[in-house]
């Protein structure tokens, strides 16, 4: 079925969440399983949502946050994982996939205040949160800016700042993408996400490598003009504001060859949250995601459900980093 991308499409209807002025009467809502999208419009920047009913939901929904290249329908067999027991909304927040252009002087506080005004349109409460590289630092500030909103929360290859080895790599990548040299901005842009001398040690680390360098390479104008904004607006406002750090609980996650997000920075963003773990995944790099997929979302899945975390094999290590918060 094609989704109506009109505010007229109808909510999804989550238990125990109320709807903020239903179009449709609760008997219309969609079928499990069934996507629906909906345009929204924030601060004059056209972005979109889409959402997933579970057929037997037995945790809260869950939001989806997307890195660079992510599209909010290409959560794949991740998102088929977690329908099995929550139900699931994705966004293209300003920026992204569908969304417009966004000029690289707004930073993650305006992409925050976006997503909940999409969550808002679906009259969604608290969520979960499940973001991903990029995604991370909009999880970040939604879990500091609106904390009510935010029951657990999950950040896969995540920092707190970028590293100067990697700014300087970034800023390369910018000039093969402004030279219009889209194959040598892919293997560049691969190079940085992926560590090329462990492929022999990661499942699918060969066949991931290939589908992004396609991917990438294959960018539309409308794609690289957003690639290119978004790549200097993380330049531009290069640190999380760690001054107040979320209450809710967080789970870091990284692979364990890791060379851009690395096991110690995504560890230091843990360390930085008030009451938080950090997981490390055997034979996986930045694309842990895509390259160990059945793994990490059963991590992710028992964090959220609340389960106990030690003796996955999957795991190098699961280390509680913050108590959590007392009194």
């Given at each position: 079925?094609t ?5 007229r499409?109808?909510r999804v209807i ?8 239903p179009h ?8 499990p399983g069934?996507?629906l999208?909906?345009?929204?419009c924030?601060?004059?920047?056209s972005?979109e ?11 809260p929904?869950v939001l989806?946050?997307g890195?660079?290249?992510q599209?909010k329908?290409s ?5 088929e994982?977690f329908l099995g ?5 994705t966004?293209?927040p300003?920026?992204w996939?569908?969304?417009?252009l966004?000029p690289?002087?707004?930073?993650v506080?305006?992409l925050a205040d976006?997503?909940?005004?999409m969550?808002?349109?679906w009259g969604?409460?608290?969520v979960?949160v499940?973001?991903?590289s990029y995604?991370?630092?909009?999880a970040?500030?939604i ?6 909103r935010?029951?657990r929360?999950v ?17 390369r990548?910018?000039e093969?993408?402004a ?6 901005y892919a ?7 992926m560590?090329?001398?462990r ?22 104008e409308a794609?690289?003009h957003?690639?290119?904004?978004n ?5 531009t ?6 001054s ?8 870091t996650v990284?692979?364990e060859y890791?060379?851009?997000t690395t096991?110690?920075l995504c560890?230091?963003?843990a360390?930085?949250c008030a ?8 034979d996986?790099d930045?694309?842990?995601?895509l390259?160990?997929?059945a793994?990490v979302?059963?991590l992710?899945?028992?964090f959220?459900a609340e ?12 280390e ?5 918060i007392t009194?």
């Amino acid at each position: 079925m094609t989704p109506d991308l009109e505010d007229r499409s109808p909510r999804v209807i989550y238990p125990g969440t109320p709807l903020k002025t239903p179009h449709l009467p609760a008997e219309t809502a969609p079928p499990p399983g069934e996507a629906l999208v909906r345009e929204h419009c924030w601060q004059g920047f056209s972005c979109e949502s889409r959402a997933v009913r579970a057929s037997a939901p037995r945790f809260p929904p869950v939001l989806l946050i997307g890195g660079a290249f992510q599209r909010k329908e290409s959560w794949g067999r991740c998102e088929e994982v977690f329908l099995g027991s929550m139900d699931v909304f994705t966004v293209d927040p300003p920026g992204w996939g569908a969304a417009d252009l966004l000029p690289e002087t707004y930073g993650v506080d305006f992409l925050a205040d976006a997503v909940c005004h999409m969550l808002d349109g679906w009259g969604a409460g608290q969520v979960n949160v499940l973001a991903g590289s990029y995604g991370s630092a909009i999880a970040y500030e939604i879990a500091r800016r609106y904390p009510d909103r935010v029951g657990r929360m999950v950040l896969v290859g995540t920092m707190t700042a970028i590293p100067d080895h990697a700014q300087a790599a970034m800023r390369r990548t910018l000039e093969h993408l402004a030279a219009g040299d889209l194959e040598t901005y892919a293997h560049a842009t691969v190079d940085l996400l992926m560590t090329p001398e462990r492929l022999p040690d990661i499942p699918n680390g060969a066949r991931v490598r290939r589908l992004l360098l396609r991917r990438i390479a294959n960018l539309s104008e409308a794609e690289a003009h957003q690639m290119h904004t978004n790549t200097l607006r993380l330049l531009t406002h290069q640190a999380l504001d760690t001054s107040r750090p979320p209450r809710a609980p967080v789970l870091t996650v990284t692979g364990e060859y890791d060379s851009f997000t690395t096991p110690a920075l995504c560890r230091q963003m843990a360390a930085a949250c008030a009451d938080s773990w950090h997981a490390e995944v055997r034979d996986a790099d930045h694309m842990l995601i895509l390259e160990r997929t059945a793994e990490v979302a059963d991590l992710i899945t028992r964090f959220l459900a609340e389960r106990p975390l030690h003796g996955l094999p999957y795991c190098r290590s699961v280390e509680r980093v913050s108590p959590g918060i007392t009194g």
